[in-house]
């Protein structure tokens, strides 16, 4: 998922300098590098709306979370690949860019609850120990929504 890097952080940037021997080192490829630039890392979804939207599990420690919070619309590029197992390259294989607005669903019923959590661990198992709600995951989590608004389509590059 990617959406803008905020102009308030240099954690990591004084973290990374301080903690990892790089040859070549420079403050560059550090975090304060990031402001105002798109930020991507791998998230899981699961198709659990009869509309398209996707369900999503965000957890404010998490980057791409922190980011969504602090633009006002909610917006990220979502992107999802084909499977690339036995293919001699991952860009021979189509992808598809998924944008949309990110909706925070805090306030929802036990019984939507129940249901999200059923359909996401159906596609993630793994996934149990962070839902929101679970009092033995060690970090805080909400269940969101991407509602798609614009799709871009690459059917890959030959091979």
């Not at 990374?16 to 040859?23: G, M």
């Not at 036995?86 to 607005?101: D, E, T």
């Not at 993630?124 to 991407?146: F, Q, V």
Request: proline fraction near 6%; hydrophobic fraction near 30%.
């Amino acid at each position: 998922m990617a959406s803008v890097y905020p102009d308030s952080t240099d954690f990591a940037g004084r973290y990374i300098s301080t903690n990892v021997s790089w040859e070549n080192h420079s403050d560059h490829g550090l975090m304060g590098s990031l402001i105002g630039r798109p930020f991507a890392m791998m998230e899981y979804h699961a198709p659990c709306y009869s509309n398209g939207s996707l369900t999503l599990i965000l957890m404010p420690i998490s980057r791409s979370t922190q980011n969504i919070f602090q633009n006002p619309g909610h917006h990220v590029a979502y992107t999802v690949s084909m499977p690339t197992e036995g293919v001699r390259s991952p860009m021979s294989r189509g992808r598809v860019a998924l944008m949309g607005n990110v909706t925070t669903l805090r306030d929802i019923s036990t019984s939507q609850a129940e249901k999200l959590s059923k359909c996401y661990t159906s596609y993630h198992p793994d996934s149990k120990y962070w839902l929101p709600g679970n009092e033995d995951s060690p970090h805080t989590s909400y269940w969101a929504r991407l509602d798609i608004d614009r799709i871009y389509y690459v059917g890959g590059f030959g091979e």
